[in-house]
């Protein structure tokens, strides 16, 4: 399959594939397109029988930056509705093989969310996790209230989403949302280790146990997820969105008026 925006390697290693996101110019940001790409090459992967586990990375800048706001900018509450992007997401989801996210820099918003829909989260030393949307005018919509509160606890969630503020890979691992920091230089090797080690397992109880984490993890989710749909749809019926977004674009700072 031929991809734009994601470089694809089915056989990174014996069993491992690799999904490199490859749109360095724009800090990785997440359009559309991408995210449909990653979807259909979660897909493949999962049908592919030399694979047993699959690794997500960008590079050393950017993991992702989040959503493309560019993209985003102009939309209304109804065309994002129309466009239901978070079909692609809960596809993701789905991928029924372990995938580890291999983060170095920034991995924020619709990024950060991006590598918390991962299984397992390994990361560079200067990695940064955030969701910052409420400094454009919105909130999380990919699972950011939902996944980031059950993995690191609802006061530094509810401070992260709230003030936009960033946290270093060390804090995220305190916290509990990754599984480790290692060197910049050295943080693909990291995932890779954790990768065939998991390769190594039967994959029908790794399938299994996936499924089985996951359980305990989502009960009630769903419902959530829904929940923070509606309000992110909602944020784009806002003044206020269209003028964060705006201001972004054109590099100053928003000027918010609660409409
Ligand atoms: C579109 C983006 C982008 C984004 C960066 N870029 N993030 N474009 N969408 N999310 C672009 C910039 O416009 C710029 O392009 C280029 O990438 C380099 O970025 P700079 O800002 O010049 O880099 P730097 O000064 O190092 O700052 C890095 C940064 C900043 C702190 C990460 O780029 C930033 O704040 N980005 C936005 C982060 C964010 O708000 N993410 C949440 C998005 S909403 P040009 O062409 O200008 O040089 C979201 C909702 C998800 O994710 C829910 C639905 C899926």
Same mark, same amino acid.
Request: proline share 3%; with cysteine; aromatic share 8%.
């Given at each position: 399959?031929?991809?734009?925006?994601?470089?694809?390697?089915?056989?990174?290693?014996?069993?491992?594939?690799?999904?490199?996101?490859?749109?360095?110019?724009?800090?990785?940001?997440?359009?559309?397109?991408?995210?449909?790409?990653?979807?259909?090459?979660?897909?493949?992967?999962?049908?592919?029988?030399?694979?047993?586990?699959?690794?997500?990375?960008?590079?050393?800048?950017?993991?992702?930056?989040?959503?493309?706001?560019?993209?985003?900018?102009?939309?209304?509450?109804?065309?994002?509705?129309?466009?239901?992007?978070?079909?692609?997401?809960?596809?993701?989801?789905?991928?029924?093989?372990?995938?580890?996210?291999?983060?170095?820099?920034?991995?924020?918003? /619709?990024?950060?969310?991006?590598?918390?829909?991962?299984? =397992?989260?390994? *990361?560079? &030393?200067?990695? $940064?996790? %955030?969701?910052?949307?409420?400094?454009?005018?919105?909130?999380?919509?990919?699972?950011?209230?939902?996944?980031?509160?059950?993995?690191?606890?609802?006061?530094?969630?509810?401070?992260?989403?709230?003030?936009?503020?960033?946290?270093?890979?060390?804090?995220?691992?305190?916290?509990?949302?990754?599984?480790?920091?290692?060197?910049?230089?050295?943080?693909?090797?990291?995932?890779?280790?954790?990768?065939?080690?998991?390769?190594?397992?039967?994959?029908?109880?790794?399938?299994?146990?996936?499924?089985?984490?996951?359980?305990?993890?989502?009960?009630?989710?769903?419902? /959530?997820?829904?929940?923070?749909?509606?309000?992110?749809? =909602?944020?784009? *019926?806002? &003044?206020?969105? $269209?003028? %964060?977004?705006?201001?972004?674009?054109?590099?100053?700072?928003?000027?918010?008026?609660?409409?």
């Amino acid at each position: 399959m031929n991809y734009e925006f994601i470089i694809v390697e089915p056989q990174f290693q014996t069993y491992v594939a690799l999904i490199r996101l490859n749109r360095p110019k724009e800090l990785n940001a997440l359009n559309l397109q991408l995210m449909l790409e990653l979807k259909n090459a979660l897909v493949s992967l999962d049908e592919n029988e030399n694979v047993r586990c699959i690794i997500i990375t960008g590079n050393e800048q950017a993991f992702a930056a989040g959503a493309d706001i560019k993209q985003m900018e102009s939309k209304s509450a109804i065309d994002l509705l129309k466009i239901d992007q978070f079909e692609t997401w809960d596809q993701i989801r789905k991928t029924k093989k372990p995938i580890i996210a291999a983060v170095c820099g920034f991995a924020l918003g /619709g990024g950060c969310e991006l590598a918390m829909t991962c299984d =397992m989260i390994v *990361a560079g &030393e200067s990695a $940064k996790f %955030g969701q910052p949307e409420i400094k454009i005018g919105v909130m999380p919509g990919a699972g950011g209230t939902q996944r980031l509160t059950r993995a690191i606890g609802k006061a530094l969630a509810m401070e992260m989403v709230l003030t936009g503020k960033f946290i270093s890979a060390y804090e995220a691992l305190k916290s509990g949302l990754i599984n480790r920091v290692v060197p910049d230089d050295v943080y693909l090797d990291e995932a890779l280790k954790l990768a065939n080690e998991i390769s190594q397992m039967s994959p029908v109880s790794v399938r299994l146990a996936k499924e089985s984490v996951l359980r305990a993890f989502e009960s009630g989710l769903q419902e /959530g997820l829904y929940f923070e749909r509606k309000n992110f749809y =909602m944020c784009f *019926a806002s &003044e206020d969105q $269209k003028e %964060g977004m705006k201001a972004f674009v054109e590099k100053r700072k928003p000027d918010f008026k609660g409409k």
